[in-house]
């Protein structure tokens, strides 16, 4: 009977046992109910905005769009925000045929034919300036205005003619419905129709790489864009820096908006609001080369007309 009674004890506590380790080991690497109080995975919090939206046009404003877009999409994980460039003229004719949702411009929707300006809302995010920009070779650092108009009309052919080495000149436009080459034209060459003669790229990066590339080269670009593989041009011996451009010393700027087919709402203006946001304003605009409008102590409508704030 004593023999009887400890073998049961033992096979009771062998059976004990065998349910623990089995009870441990399928608790292993299964999910567990969260504990009160516990905190959520960085960027896993529910935000309560999702969907998807898409940004085109401006190549001068792409850089500016496509990180605040990457910070954005990071704070928010439900949404995914399409970025893409194309140039401010045919950013205006989709957003305008409702192709796009947010209509990226380096010039106002009432300078762009073919669209009903009055149906668009403006953004403005922020401003930034362009300049004449040349092969680092290239020995000339200023130009006069009447200069610049004579080379981009192709009246003047050589950097000799205007001061520099015996070296003919090669120019680069940007395809027309570009934001930047309106400015350029309106702003530097005073309206003037540019040579037909001239080379024509459709993107911003693509005017950098081929005119670091090129000897003799010459084009503009945003100055968002420029680095030391191309050459600021002064005009008529002003800098185009950000003190010149916010008093209006430097003439060609230009404000960056985005536009939406009337009034935005849900994730378009929770994307717009974040571009105004002290996050972007103060941080971004001015770490990519971008000046922010609240700066600027000019002001310029949509027919060019420049004032005093």
Not at 191 to 200: F, L, S, V
């Amino acid at each position: 009977m004593v023999k009887k009674v400890k073998w049961l004890l033992a096979a009771g506590c062998i059976l004990a046992l065998l349910a623990t380790m089995v009870a441990g080991c399928g608790g292993r690497g299964q999910p567990q109910p969260p504990q009160e109080g516990a905190q959520k995975p960085a960027g896993q919090e529910k935000t309560g905005l999702s969907g998807k939206i898409t940004a085109v046009g401006s190549t001068a404003l792409l850089p500016l769009v496509e990180e605040a877009a990457k910070q954005f999409m990071s704070k928010h994980p439900q949404v995914q925000i399409g970025v893409q460039g194309g140039g401010s003229g045919t950013g205006l004719s989709q957003v305008a045929a409702g192709a796009a949702d947010i209509g990226n411009s380096d010039i106002f929707a009432e300078e762009k034919s073919g669209i009903d300006a009055s149906k668009l809302v403006d953004t403005k995010v922020c401003v930034v300036g362009m300049a004449a920009v040349v092969n680092p070779k290239v020995t000339v650092d200023s130009l006069t205005k009447k200069q610049l108009i004579d080379i981009f009309t192709g009246k003047v052919t050589n950097w000799k003619e205007v001061g520099g080495p015996d070296q003919k000149i090669v120019l680069i436009n940007r395809a027309k419905g570009s934001g930047t080459r309106a400015t350029f034209k309106a702003f530097a060459l005073d309206g003037a129709e540019e040579t037909a003669g001239a080379m024509e790229i459709d993107s911003s990066g693509q005017v950098k790489k081929t005119v670091a590339e090129t000897p003799g080269a010459i084009s503009y670009l945003a100055l968002s864009y420029v680095d030391n593989t191309v050459k600021a041009i002064k005009i008529d011996g002003v800098e185009p820096t950000e003190e010149n451009i916010c008093n209006g010393k430097y003439p060609v700027w230009a404000y960056e908006h985005m536009y939406t087919l009337g009034e935005p709402t849900g994730l378009k203006k929770a994307f717009l609001d974040y571009m105004l946001s002290d996050e972007v304003q103060n941080t971004l605009v001015p770490e990519l080369g971008y000046i922010p409008a609240t700066k600027m102590k000019v002001e310029r409508d949509a027919g060019g007309k420049v004032t005093q704030k």
